[in-house]
Structure formats: C-alpha cells, structure tokens
C-alpha cells in the first residue's frame, strides 16, 4: 500500500506564494512520474505540471514562469512552488505518483486559496 501525505496548501493574497509538498511513502518499489493536478469548484481535475525520475518537467502554459515542479526521489517527495499566485489558481491541488509498473497513486488533496 501507498500513502501520500499533502502539504503547504492555504489562503494568500494575489501575488504571493506557497510551496505544496508532497511524500510518498509504503510499497512503492520505483516511482517514474510525479505530478501535480488542480480541480476548481465546478470545474475537472486538470493537469498543472509534471516531472520524470530524469527531471524532465512540463507545465500547463498559465503556470509556466511561474510554478516551479521539483523532487527529491531520496525522499520519495515532490514539490510545487508557486508564484505571483493569481485568484484564478484557487482550486484543490492533488498530487499524483506513478510508479514504474504502470500504477497511480493520488495525494488526499489540500486547498489553495488566493484572495484579498
């Protein structure tokens, strides 16, 4: 069994920044993909970026400049960190683990709010 274990979510103003965290912990053998979604109220889950155990990265073109993906595959965690955080990035953030045998794993979510 897997667990991810979410954190850094919170309320900010526009133009500030948070940096979500996320562990992966449990039988997980090798992860390949870790990743970071988003769902706004009302609105699907979408993609927000991605990065590969080579450190290749990808970001959905209304975050690229200003979210940053990284991991630490020593601890098995990933990162986002987000600035210049704009109001229409509230949404409930997940974090995603693929492993090398082909299985996902999603984080339980944790909220970002932006608003004055």
């Known amino acids: 069994q897997v667990q991810l274990v979410e954190s850094g979510g919170g309320l900010v103003q526009p133009g500030g920044s948070l940096r979500l965290s996320c562990a992966a912990s449990?039988?997980?053998?090798?992860?390949?993909?870790m990743g970071w979604y988003r769902q706004a109220p009302g609105k699907q889950r979408d993609v927000v970026a991605g990065?590969?155990?080579?450190?290749?990265?990808n970001y959905v073109d209304s975050v690229k400049g200003r979210f940053t993906i990284s991991r630490d595959n020593a601890k098995n965690t990933v990162y986002l960190q987000m600035n210049s955080l704009k109001p229409e990035d509230t949404a409930v953030y997940y974090c995603?683990?693929?492993?090398?045998?082909?299985?996902?794993?999603w984080g339980q979510g944790t909220q970002v709010t932006v608003s004055s």
């Open positions: 995603l683990v693929v492993t090398s045998k082909g299985y996902d794993y």
């Open positions: 990065i590969t155990s080579g450190g290749s990265t």
């Open positions: 449990g039988s997980i053998f090798s992860i390949n993909i």
